[in-house]
């Protein structure tokens, strides 16, 4: 395994999804020593604050997530500043892991928001976003190999951006059947396809789930699979992940979710 191998893999047990248009974006080498602090947050309209902060492995450790406690962080949005509450959180729905919460919700009527973390021992960690702005499903069509999701470009092209996933749940977990990151933003305002495929097989259920996001998380997802995949090859140098966090590796980024239900047999908790 390259020197970056266990780094790299402990970045992709945190979860992925998205959002905006941010104010900068940051290239990060990776080392090959030191834990290094991690910031995901994906701020999702209509639904509460939540981040996972942890540090990845070093190289003689195990590949696990090494969650940050006790940290002070905040949301800042111009006069209003909001503290995320310590708290472990897994969600079912998405698969996501959060460890700090609250049950402010985001909305989309808010120009910027801007995170800010103090670690004792560690430089405050800083990030701004804004939202992007509503997704819809308006159409749903599976073959059997091939997946289409139809739904609509903005006026606004940076936030034509977009991940489309299917999952299952099947065997008490949520799995990831497949996924992918499109970039629209070219295109013009209007109806546009994303096609997705996949592996004839029977699920017992089958979830799509659309995210609007903007040309940074588009990057930063991106980037990650570049890595995966410079790290499989031996002759291929690692990457530079792309994210918009000072201080800290990873992405603080507004996103919009819409999702469908294909087909769901005694999920209906899971699938609403």
Partial sequence: MKPTGKIILAFMVSLLAYSCELDHSLDMELPAGE??????????????????AFKSTTLQEPVRIN???????YIINGNDTVKLKNIMKFDRTTGYLYNYLH?????????????YIEIEGHSPVRAVTSPVGEVHIEDVRYNGSV??????????PSSNFYKLRLSSFSGGSLQVVNQIISDMHNLPEGEITISLP???EVYDSLRVDLYRINSTAFDYHRSITNALSANRDPFTPPG????NVENAWGIFTCVSRA???LYSEDQPEIYP
């Fill in 198 to 200: 996949l592996v004839e």
């Fill in 147 to 156: 997946l289409e999701v139809k739904s609509r470009n903005l006026d606004n």
């Fill in 103 to 115: 049950d402010k919700l985001v909305t989309e009527n808010i120009t910027e928001y801007e995170l």
């Fill in 67 to 73: 969650l940050i406690w006790n940290a002070s962080v």
């Fill in 35 to 52: 834990p290094i602090l991690m910031v995901e947050a994906y701020l999702t309209e209509g639904e509460p604050f939540q981040i996972l």
């Fill in 240 to 243: 530079a992940f792309r994210g």
């Fill in 259 to 261: 999702g469908y239900t």
